[in-house]
């Protein structure tokens, strides 16, 4: 549920355009025993690229692009984040990505960071991208 959308930078032609949301997600948390799991891993980008292996033509993107997303959790009073995931970095001639987690007493931060390199991407190329973004959006 989308609480707020904020967007700055609309009319500043040589800066990024930034959208902030303010959503909630009912029902996103897994529950163990004592312990809550939260994965703030939650736009799957790239995950729509589903290129059929026997495809002889190259698969054709509109433009190059760079992208980055902020998730921040509020920790509520008298829990602790532990088992914060590890970084997660990635580089090849298709696509980069880095995925950092911050903590502190009141929230846990992920910035996730996506750059594409390609126009086209040939069938020789095909399951590189595939693991590429299948481990992006783990």
Do not use: C, W
């Amino acid at each position: 549920k989308v609480k707020s959308v904020s967007i700055s930078g609309m009319h500043i032609t040589n800066k990024p355009l930034v959208v902030h949301y303010t959503f909630e997600i009912p029902d996103y948390v897994t529950i163990n025993q004592n312990k809550i799991y939260i994965n703030l891993n939650l736009d799957r980008y790239l995950q729509d690229i589903n290129i059929n292996p026997d495809r002889k033509i190259p698969y054709e993107a509109d433009m190059p692009l760079s992208v980055s997303y902020v998730y921040t959790l509020k920790i509520p009073p008298a829990y602790l984040p532990i088992n914060i995931p590890q970084e997660k970095h990635h580089a090849d001639s298709l696509i980069d990505y880095n995925l950092t987690y911050s903590t502190g007493m009141e929230n846990v931060v992920l910035t996730k960071n996506i750059r594409t390199h390609y126009l086209l991407v040939f069938p020789h190329q095909f399951e590189t991208l595939g693991r590429s973004t299948s481990d992006l959006n783990k």
